[in-house]
T-cell receptor
Framework: EPEVTQTPSHQVTQMGQEVILRCVPISNHLYFYWYRQILGQKVEFLVS????????KSEIFDDQFSVERPDGSNFTLKIRSTKLEDSAMYFC????????FGQGTRLTVV | AQSVTQLGSHVSVSEGALVLLRCNYSSSVPPYLFWYVQYPNQGLQLLLK??????LVKGINGFEAEFKKSETSFHLTKPSAHMSDAAEYFC?????????????FGSGTRLSIRP
């Protein structure tokens, strides 16, 4: 069964550092998403991406965040200068008619 | 716009008892509805989905949910709880046939199973 793959599974970074979270969506999907889940809380929408541009973003997705599809297969989320409150599980998803989620990357900012 | 309300942040049932996790939705368009399960320190696993076909949807692990438009509900049930069902359950909604429509999650219900 096709699946969305996220790497790394766990990343620890120092406050102020840049991090890039990587995702390989399902190959024939055209819509891509990032979500965030702070420990013990709900899953929150960050951004959706279609046709090489952002189609929608939430208020969480501020100037510290960016997404891109650098090579036609990977889909990345970059956080430019991490803050302690960025510590969370980040989920990538891709969609044809409904979204398939990856297993997540746990980001810990220290 | 879509939203989901899950009634009860924590539900506890005895092993073998009926599981009922409640979810009500709001959607300005015909919705797609989902239930996801999350085990500790793991990702989101799709339990089942409603995509405008049969209103009674059967999923994995013996779970099922019924779409009731008149009640704007999509409650999750399982006739007999098993210890392995202990997890966090999320109800979610998206804007139906609009493929780019994001999924909106409820706040989750933690299911505990008593021996």
């Amino acid at each position: 069964e096709p699946e969305v793959t996220q790497t790394p599974s766990h990343q620890v970074t120092q406050m102020g550092q840049e991090v890039i979270l990587r995702c390989v969506p399902i190959s024939n999907h055209l819509y891509f998403y990032w979500y965030r889940q702070i420990l013990g809380q709900k899953v929150e929408f960050l951004v959706s991406f279609y046709n090489n541009e952002i189609s929608e973003k939430s208020e969480i997705f501020d100037d510290q965040f960016s997404v891109e599809r650098p090579d036609g297969s990977n889909f990345t989320l970059k956080i430019r200068s991490t803050k302690l409150e960025d510590s969370a599980m980040y989920f990538c998803a891709s969609s044809e008619t409904w979204a398939f989620f990856g297993q997540g990357t746990r980001l810990t900012v220290v | 716009a879509q939203s989901v309300t899950q009634l009860g942040s924590h539900v506890s049932v005895s092993e073998g008892a009926l599981v009922l996790l409640r979810c009500n939705y709001s959607s300005s368009v015909p919705p797609y509805l989902f239930w996801y399960v999350q085990y500790p320190n793991q990702g989101l696993q799709l339990l089942l989905k409603y995509t405008s076909a049969a209103t009674l949807v059967k999923g994995i692990n013996g779970f099922e949910a019924e779409f009731k438009k008149s009640e704007t509900s999509f409650h999750l049930t399982k006739p007999s709880a098993h210890m392995s069902d202990a997890a966090e359950y999320f109800c979610a909604v998206s804007g139906g046939e609009s493929s780019a429509s994001k999924i909106i999650f409820g706040s989750g219900t933690r299911l505990s199973i008593r021996p």
